[in-house]
Each structure stands twice: as structure tokens, then as C-alpha cells.
């Protein structure tokens, strides 16, 4: 492994860490101080997460042991943060939900078969619908509008909120990437994505939805070749 990357590793380690840390205290100063909502902290720090691994990561961690090394740090600070109650920002819901712990290692896994099936899209496109569909389907179902429940929690708006965006996101992100939108891959990707959030529960669909939209790219570049 070129000693480059290991510097490039240990600075991402670092400077992703401070980036975190920082993320997370600005979300106990809104929920404190601004009296923000906690499932708006929660969701902020979630997606910012989120978007920061998909810019970060790629440029910063060649080796992927540095990207599963961090997300292995932040299980543990979060684990650490939830028994000292140091986050209510983020863990102060009322129900009961693993998703903190879930994100971590789902982002950590989604890059780490990525990088094993040289596919880059795939991290690419699972952090987007992860980032955009996931809070947009809890935001609406939950709080703009009342609709009937599916399964554990879920709701017929938020579902369809999640499966119109992804399918928005895959047909965008396809079109530019290609210059086709590839329309049944598209549906493909957003109508099993969709399914997964909503089977998914306390959290789990932290780790299920960019796992599974990773993999389906990842099927679907060995299935063209």
C-alpha cells in the first residue's frame, strides 16, 4: 500500500473525527439553547453524517481499514455517549432505537464493498437515498402528515415519500453519470429500498437501505459485463 495513503488515512481519521465531534456539539447547542426539536437534531446529525462519509470518504481513505477504524470509533463514543447520557440531541427520542449505532456501521460496510467491487456509484448512490429519502420519509410520516400506519411505525405518506425521492434520486443520478436514466434500475433500486425502510425497525434501516442499494449496483455492474 503506497505510504501516501496512510497519511491521507490518518489525516481523514483525524480531521473526519474533529468534523464529527464538532457536528455533534452544534446539535446539543440548537437542542439546549434554540430548543430545536430532537427529532430534527437527530435527523440533522444523521444526514450530515452521512454526506460528510460520502464526500470524505473516498478521497481520504484508499486504504478502507481507516474508513472501518472510524466507524468503529463512533460506535464506541456513541455507545459511551448514550450510557453517560452526554447526547440528548441525538439519543433523547422516546422510542426505543439502535439507528446512532446502525449508521455507523452501515456507512462502514456500504464503503468497504465498494471499494472490495471497485464500484464507487454504489457508495455514491446509497449515501444519497440514505441521506435524502430516509429523513424526508420520518419528517413527513411522522409530522406533516396523518396517515395510516403500515408496520412498525411506519405510514403510508412517509413510504411513498421515501420510495418518490429515491426513484427521483436513482433516475438523476443514473442520467448524469450515464446520460440515461435507466428506468427499471431505477425502479428497481428505490421500489427495494423502499421495502427495506419499511421492514426495517429500530434502526436497522441505518444499516439495511445503503447496504442493499450498494448491493443491487454492485449485482447489476457483474450482470452487464
Request: with cysteine; glycine share 8%; aromatic share 14%.
Amino acid at each position: 500500500m503506497n505510504m501516501n495513503y496512510h497519511v491521507l488515512g490518518l489525516f481523514g481519521l483525524l480531521g473526519s473525527t474533529v468534523g464529527y465531534i464538532l457536528l455533534l456539539i452544534f446539535c446539543e447547542f440548537i437542542n439546549r439553547k434554540l430548543k430545536v426539536d430532537v427529532e430534527y437534531t437527530r435527523k440533522l446529525s444523521h444526514v450530515s453524517s452521512v454526506l460528510i462519509a460520502m464526500f470524505f470518504f473516498p478521497v481520504f481513505f484508499k486504504n478502507v481499514g481507516y474508513a472501518l477504524g472510524l466507524s468503529a470509533l463512533f460506535f464506541v463514543l456513541l455507545v459511551v455517549a448514550n450510557v453517560q447520557k452526554w447526547l440528548p440531541s441525538v439519543d433523547g427520542v422516546d422510542r426505543k432505537t439502535g439507528g446512532s449505532y446502525f449508521l455507523a456501521f452501515g456507512v462502514g460496510a456500504t464503503y468497504y464493498i465498494s471499494v472490495v467491487f471497485d464500484n464507487s456509484m454504489a457508495f455514491t448512490l446509497a449515501m444519497l437515498i440514505f441521506a435524502i429519502s430516509d429523513p424526508l420519509a420520518g419528517i413527513i410520516g411522522a409530522k406533516w402528515v396523518k396517515s395510516k400506519e403500515i408496520y412498525g411505525g411506519k405510514t403510508i405518506a412517509g413510504s411513498l415519500a421515501f420510495l418518490f425521492s429515491a426513484l427521483i434520486i436513482c433516475l438523476l443520478f443514473f442520467n448524469s453519470v450515464f446520460g440515461n436514466p435507466m428506468i427499471a434500475l431505477s425502479l428497481m433500486v428505490a421500489l427495494t429500498a423502499t421495502v427495506m425502510e419499511l421492514i426495517s425497525t429500530r434502526g436497522t434501516d441505518n444499516f439495511t437501505i445503503p447496504l442493499v442499494v450498494a448491493l443491487m449496483l454492485i449485482i447489476h455492474q457483474y450482470l452487464v459485463v
